[in-house]
């Protein structure tokens, strides 16, 4: 079982649509959570931290849950520059990040 | 701030020859950085964690004399892949962990290195 899985993607969705992406860890151990958005051959870039309480930044909204070791993130009125890959990272203790494969968003007008 | 800077951002080398990546943040001190490799649509994949002033923690299946990590000093960290081959070929991205303030356990990623070894 990988360490990080996420949904296999991509995703093709009109503009306007709302799109969730999920995820889930092996490792219950894990410390932190965050995705990270990745355009094509650029280096990732934070996107959100994810909290046990849940939180919201704009149009995007992550949740964790410790005790199914999963994480979800959704995109409301998703935008044409929301095209990009989306990766769900873990960090176990020590610092190490630990990168899901990704999933590809593709908005189309 | 928080940026990280890599050098080069491209090289293209011949088979055989080794080739220096540099890690720097600039505004910020990092004891810790890491490297990873990303092959295409593929995730990346943590290659190893460089600690300032001791010696790197390569992951597993990494080969430490392959890809030499030094991180001399608390803000430039490099990765020198010997004796390049093709299979080398990949993107190559490090990262840097602040040592301490409001971004303390986040990781700032640099632009990244594309190695193309012919």
């Known amino acids: 079982r990988k360490e990080v899985e996420q949904d296999p993607g991509p995703f093709n969705v009109p503009e306007g649509a709302t799109v969730a992406f999920n995820c889930t860890y092996s490792n219950s151990a894990s410390q932190s959570f965050f995705w990270y958005r990745q355009d094509c051959r650029k280096e990732p870039k934070l996107l959100m931290s994810v909290y046990s309480s849940g939180n919201e930044d704009g149009r995007f909204t992550a949740q964790l849950n410790r005790a199914s070791q999963y994480i979800s993130l959704l995109i409301r009125d998703s935008k044409l520059s929301d095209s990009a890959t989306y990766l769900c990272v873990v960090g176990p203790q020590g610092g190490k990040l630990i990168f899901g494969q990704g999933t590809e968003l593709s908005v189309k007008p | 701030g928080a940026v990280v800077s890599q050098h080069p951002s491209r090289v293209i080398c011949k088979s055989g020859t080794s080739v220096k990546i540099e890690c720097r943040s600039l505004d910020f001190q990092a004891t810790t950085m890491f490297w990873y490799r990303q092959f295409p649509k593929k995730s990346l994949m943590l290659m190893a964690t460089?600690?300032?002033?001791?010696?790197?923690?390569?992951e597993q299946g990494v080969e430490k004399d392959k890809f030499l990590i030094n991180h001399a000093s608390l803000t430039l960290s490099t990765l020198t892949v010997t004796s390049a081959h093709p299979e080398d070929s990949s993107f190559y991205i490090c990262?840097?962990?602040?040592?301490?303030?409001?971004?303390?356990?986040?990781?700032?990623f640099g632009p990244g290195t594309r190695l193309t070894v012919l």
């Open positions: 460089s600690n300032e002033g001791s010696k790197a923690t390569y």
């Open positions: 990262s840097a962990r602040p040592l301490s303030g409001t971004y303390y356990n986040e990781q700032f």
